[in-house]
């Protein structure tokens, strides 16, 4: 269960937030891109899960998100199975797999796991653009159906945006209840010291195998729903450059923060649409701010967030003491 009654506003007020927000921007491009900044969050949240709470670093998880997108979409531009079964299909399938490299894969520490990590996302890259009678190659694969229910079809951005987000805040809240679990304090034990987790009775092993197969599982679902909301899907989405952008998504918003994926994937996001009134020099924007935010926020925007809200209760809490003495 979530701890105290903090939590529980946290994320009544971020599921007003997300509900509302369609209001402002209905039937507008900045709509469009929320979805985005939904389907992001949740492989944000993936990755978090993995790297700011078990200290695992992965460079392939773009892979385990066009597993999840490419057997959703060819399951159903294909084959006719049901967008819904598809999902589940692909989870099962990408769990399966994640779990099975997951043993030798982290075995190793360090950059010898980010290597490996990279072989793996390189290797499913080119599998997806050789592959062409399947996949459709480097042209991609059109024709993916949009999920439905009954006569109702998810067809539109507002109401992808609710399905995604719906499920997005789900995870949210139910990585909050798996890191503050005995399994999550197990987990933060191994970022700090597989020694001392293996003195404390940690199955280091099978607990990293584990955290390792439930955020790929996570990045599939993510994937099936990129699939089914676009329609189209083509290799070069799921590239080392994206798994580069999604380790920075989650460095940025603050490592082992449930809020964190949310701020780094909605600010990673976002900001690329609002630098393109600078034309050519956008890039160096974007490298220049990220550098910043790096140098003066280096527990990420999260930790900078509490801080500020700190500051915030801390002046108020003075005024209202200032007020009732005077």
């Keep these: 269960m979530l701890k105290g009654n903090k939590n529980l506003v946290t994320y009544g007020m ?10 402002f921007f209905a039937g507008g491009y900045l709509l ?3 979805v985005f900044v939904g389907i992001n969050t949740l492989l944000a949240v993936a990755l978090n899960l993995l790297l700011g709470f078990a200290g695992q670093i992965s460079l392939g998880h773009a892979a385990f998100f066009g597993l999840g997108a490419y057997i959703s979409g060819v399951s159903t531009a294909t084959y006719g199975v049901n967008p819904w079964a598809a999902m589940l299909l692909a989870a099962v399938a990408v769990g399966l797999v994640a ?3 997951g043993f030798p894969i982290l075995k190793l520490k360090g950059h010898y796991l980010a290597m490996a990590t990279l ?12 592959t062409v009678d399947l996949t459709g190659g480097p042209s991609g694969l059109s024709g993916i159906p949009s999920f439905t229910v009954a006569d109702f079809s998810f067809d539109s951005d507002m109401k992808n945006y609710y399905l995604i987000w719906g499920i997005t805040l789900v995870a949210i809240v139910l990585s909050a209840n798996l890191v503050n679990s005995r399994i999550g ?3 933060r034990s191994i970022h700090s010291s597989e020694v001392a987790a293996r003195v404390m009775g940690v199955n280091v092993r099978l607990l990293k195998v584990q955290i390792f197969t439930l955020s790929a599982v996570l990045s599939s679902i993510a994937g ?7 329609t189209f899907i083509s290799p ?9 952008e999604l380790l920075t998504m989650v460095v940025i918003g603050g490592l082992g923060s449930i809020l964190g994926p949310l701020l780094g994937a909605g600010l990673l996001t976002l900001l690329p649409e609002f630098l393109r009134t600078f034309q050519d020099y956008d890039i160096i924007v974007y490298g220049l701010l990220l550098v910043l935010m790096t140098m003066y926020l280096p527990g990420g925007l999260a930790s900078g967030f509490t801080a500020m809200c700190a500051r915030i209760r801390s002046r108020f809490s003075r005024e209202v003491v200032k007020n009732a003495q005077g």
């Excluded at 599921?15 to 927000?21: D, F, Q």
């Excluded at 072989?119 to 050789?130: A, P, S």
Aim: proline share 2%.
């Design 119 to 130: 072989g793996f996302g390189i290797i499913v890259y080119i599998v997806f653009n050789e």
């Design 185 to 187: 304090r197990a987990l």
């Design 224 to 230: 099936s729903l990129y699939a089914h909301t676009m």
């Design 14 to 23: 971020l599921s007003g937030i997300v509900m509302l927000a369609p209001l």
């Design 236 to 244: 070069t989405s799921f590239g080392f450059n994206f798994s580069v």
């Design 99 to 101: 779990f099975a490299i």
């Design 32 to 34: 469009n891109v929320l």
